[in-house]
């Protein structure tokens, strides 16, 4: 839900006469070697562009959008730009108006095309491998709570509240003293589950993520209103006192045990549901077909699918092997990415794409799709 929104921006650009750069970068500085490796690679692929092969009102913009890109990809080496982040993604085209740049937290793959349209899978797939969370530490009487996305942590809220009459303890019963304790505690955990479902409902998250003792988990849960307890996919001991690196790591390594086993899960309900002929196909040709009539809901393909096909740039049909002409309008074929494009058109038919690692899909070609209809 969330990948899609950040994509928004980039989903409308599709026109047959327009080019789109789309430019990703491992920008993981760990030694003068990746810069070096950066720069080559992008001047490599930049100067690859055979400019003077183009009609000459698109010349100028491909020719503005080398420019930039290797202005942007200068001060990025040295490092006058967003220094801390893991991978850069950049899409640029002069003639319609796009530069928009994206850090990630973690490495992209170098890439660097030139297309119809913006290449969006890198991107897409880190946003689904690290969807939002609201991580949610507590203890009987603090709280810090973390808004994250994409990788990130983007806010923290630290909540210390007061014990009354802490130190006045003396003279009361056992009894009475627990119930003190007890009513406060109670207290402190209403006003965290408010500060919570005010961000959980603007920030509409898919994962929520508890951190304290079971005991005081349990009784904080109680809180918290049904849409949010539903969306708990861990609950974890995490001292409350741990340093912001350490809660993102631990976070986001249950994001990814939690979409590891999504995808085992997925595959194997759409391996069921193709073989049982039910609303779901397998392979390359099928999905494509689905693809081309526009009735795929979520297509799943492996991360290192590789190959390419054909896209007819006038009906956008796509194929796999090339024929000499469109065999729907009779058009002159594009060679085209068909990762690229099987990620991209799904997301134009409002579809989700689910980005697979697992090696179960392989046998299958690395791709299938849920269908809304046959
Ligand atoms: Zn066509």
């Not at 209403?190 to 079971?214: H, M, P, S, T």
């Amino acid at each position: 839900m969330k990948t899609k929104s950040r994509l928004k921006g980039l989903l409308k650009f599709q026109e047959p006469t327009d080019l789109f750069f789309s430019l990703y970068l491992n920008t993981q500085w760990k030694d003068e070697q990746q810069r070096e490796r950066v720069r080559i690679f992008t001047k490599n692929a930049l100067h690859t562009i055979n400019v003077a092969a183009y009609p000459p009102e698109v010349q100028e913009s491909l020719r503005a959008d080398i420019q930039r890109i290797e202005t942007y990809v200068e001060a990025l080496i040295k490092q006058t730009l967003q220094v801390e982040l893991a991978g850069v993604a950049l899409f640029a085209s002069y003639a319609r108006d796009l530069f928009q740049t994206y850090g990630s937290t973690v490495p992209f793959t170098n890439q660097c095309t030139l297309a119809t349209h913006p290449y969006i899978a890198q991107l897409a797939a880190v946003g689904r491998e690290y969807e939002n969370a609201l991580v949610i530490m507590v203890d009987t009487e603090s709280a810090r709570i973390f808004e994250m996305e994409w990788g990130e942590i983007l806010s923290e809220l630290d909540i210390e509240s007061e014990v009354p009459g802490r130190h006045k303890q003396g003279g009361w019963s056992q009894m009475r003293f627990q119930r003190h304790i007890q009513d406060h505690m109670d207290r402190h955990h209403k006003e965290v589950a408010e500060q919570v479902i005010r961000r959980f409902d603007q920030g509409n998250y898919a994962n929520v993520i508890l951190y304290g003792q079971d005991r005081i988990l349990a009784s904080f849960r109680s809180f918290l209103p049904e849409r949010i307890q539903e969306r708990i996919i861990a609950k974890a001991a995490l001292d409350i006192t741990v340093p912001d690196t350490l809660v993102r790591e631990k976070t986001l390594e249950i994001l990814h045990q939690k979409k590891a086993q999504g995808e085992r899960e997925a595959v194997t309900r759409l391996t069921e549901t193709a073989q049982a002929h039910g609303l779901a196909v397998l392979g390359l040709l099928d999905t494509l077909e689905a693809l081309n009539k526009r009735v795929v809901a979520q297509l799943l393909v492996s991360q290192n699918f590789s190959r390419w096909g054909w896209r007819c740039p006038s009906c956008t049909l796509l194929g796999e092997q090339i024929p000499l002409g469109c065999p729907l309008c009779g058009r002159e074929l594009k060679t085209v990415d068909l990762k690229e494009e099987m990620v991209w058109e799904t997301f134009r038919q409002d579809g989700e794409v689910e980005f697979i690692s697992d090696p179960s899909l392989l046998a299958h070609k690395g791709v299938g799709a849920f269908l809304r209809f046959r």
